[in-house]
């Protein structure tokens, strides 16, 4: 059989159905170009207006996957487009037109624009709905095996170091597997202010080039990592995640510390209630030792 003759060795077709009128967001891939769904590809196949974070990209996946334009108007919008372009997206949604979004790749408003056009549309109470898909920090946190019942997504830290430590310092207490982006020229200095501010024996994962052909897990505490990534030349999309602080063991020595700082400014009773609820302690036994501490 002549090769590309055998239907099975064709790209299924997008169904050409109508699509309902109001706002699509279209999650697109983050490397591999085949992950993007069927209903995606439907969206960009029978919206009546494509609108997209950067027009060249969206072309690009619209003839990879064999989606013919004729002649829709392929417009671009980001979250600073400017009101002239948000009116103009809501006046094609007001007149009932079908609009396609789609952000660079992954899934719109995650570090992505898309979230200002969200917000007007809500308000004006138009029709808006998503074709969700892929989405970088979801796929790490999958392969990471890190907890996933509770994760923290923290986007791009900033770049200015006095906003970069408040930012990291924040995330400290959080009980929760935390999820960053960062660009591979600082993920060093990235893993070596976490293994300061978050604790070197912290578990984290660095996930790079995700579904692309150089995919790489890298594991161990924030210490390690931080060593390993300063001796190597890392390159590609990175996303890293950490696992939430272990609680310190609770002593009767670390009771007691707790209940001395307290007392100086609480009564017996308060003193009591704070310290077990801080360490997840029984109340009965924390009060016991107060009772002592204060008549000591
Ligand atoms: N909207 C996208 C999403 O749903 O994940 C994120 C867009 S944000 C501008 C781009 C950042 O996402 C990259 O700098 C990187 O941190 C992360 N990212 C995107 N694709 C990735 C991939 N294939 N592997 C690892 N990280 C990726």
């Known amino acids: 059989m002549r090769q590309g003759s055998d239907p099975a060795d064709a790209a299924p077709k997008p169904a050409l159905r109508a699509i309902p009128p109001g706002l699509h967001f279209v999650s697109t891939p983050i490397g591999t170009a085949r992950d993007i769904t069927l209903r995606a590809l439907d969206v960009l196949a029978g919206a009546d207006v494509l609108v997209a974070e950067d027009t060249r990209t969206l072309r690009h996946l619209m ?122 020229k600082r993920l060093a200095a990235l893993l070596a202010e976490m293994a300061a501010t978050l604790g070197g024996a912290r578990q984290a994962v660095v996930c790079r080039e995700l579904t692309k052909r150089f995919e790489e897990v890298l594991r161990g505490d924030l210490a390690t990592l931080a060593e390993e990534v300063a001796t190597r030349e890392i390159k590609g999309e990175i996303v890293v995640l950490v696992d939430r602080a272990v609680p310190a063991e609770v002593t009767e020595e670390s009771i007691v510390e707790a209940l001395d700082t307290a007392l100086r400014s609480m009564s017996v009773k308060d003193a009591a209630t704070f310290v077990s609820q801080t360490l997840g302690v029984s109340r009965k036994i924390v009060y016991r030792i107060a009772l002592d501490r204060s008549q000591g």
């Not at 969200?118 to 920090?137: K, Q, Y």
């Open 63 to 184: 003839e990879i996957h064999g989606i013919p334009l004729n002649g829709r108007p392929v417009i671009a919008y980001h979250d600073h487009s400017g009101e002239g372009q948000m009116q103009r997206i809501i006046g094609l949604l007001a007149e009932g037109k079908s609009l396609a979004y789609a952000s660079e790749a992954g899934t719109p408003l995650i570090s992505d624009p898309g979230f200002e056009l969200a917000r007007a549309v809500a308000a004006a109470g138009l029709p808006m709905t998503a074709a969700p898909g892929p989405c970088a920090a979801v796929c790490a946190l999958t392969l990471s095996g890190l907890p996933s019942d509770r994760f923290f997504f923290a986007g791009f830290p900033p770049s200015a170091q006095g906003a970069r430590r408040s930012f990291l310092e924040d995330m400290a207490g959080v009980k929760a597997t935390l999820i960053l982006y960062e660009s591979p």
